[in-house]
């Protein structure tokens, strides 16, 4: 008597355990059992139970670029609209494109401004502008690598996806076995 109550205790853990559990389906759609969770409600369960949501995720295996890139919540769900259709791809990556020239170009604008001044009176050009231009125009070189075709969308939000809801069964299981 006491071996089946001990099997039916284990089989209620186990079940309730797996109930638990996440599992990331692809395409932004998140499971938990039958139900499915928003990304808006798994972010504030995220947040809520101080889960980190700055990952760093793999860019693409085959890729000469950095093997990792460093991608918050916001960032994944926006790659995994543009990871949806090629329309989406299109607008994201002309945003991305549009954005980063504009910041290219107005970070080494700010550069070559302070070489004239300094060309035309030395006592007057500073450090700042440089500094900033070079901080811009990073950004916007940054925001043109982002630049890429459908499928790189697609596989990157979806093993940023994949890790977050990794960590979080690993949280939830952490705190259920104590």
């Not at 409600?41 to 700055?54: M, N, P, Q, S, Y």
């Amino acid at each position: 008597m006491k071996l089946l109550t001990t099997i039916a205790a284990v089989l209620i853990s186990i079940s309730a355990h797996s109930q638990e559990k996440l599992i990331y389906q692809g395409d932004g759609i998140i499971t938990q059992g039958l139900d499915t969770i928003s990304l808006g409600d798994f972010e504030r369960v995220c947040k809520a139970i101080g889960l980190t949501l700055i990952q760093r995720v793999d860019r693409r295996p085959s890729s000469l670029l950095p093997r990792k890139i460093q991608m918050t919540y916001g960032k994944a769900i926006e790659k995994s609209l543009a990871g949806q259709s090629e329309q989406e791809t299109i607008k994201y990556n002309t945003k991305k494109k549009v954005l980063g020239l504009a910041e290219l170009a107005f970070g080494y604008g700010l550069i070559l401004w302070n070489l004239v001044d300094f060309e035309n009176n030395p006592d007057e050009a500073d450090w700042v502008r440089p500094v900033l231009g070079l901080a811009i125009g990073s950004h916007g070189l940054m925001g043109i690598n982002d630049v890429s075709k459908r499928s790189n969308h697609k596989y990157q939000s979806d093993v940023y996806f994949e890790v977050i809801v990794s960590s979080y069964n690993n949280y939830t299981s952490r705190r259920f076995q104590r």
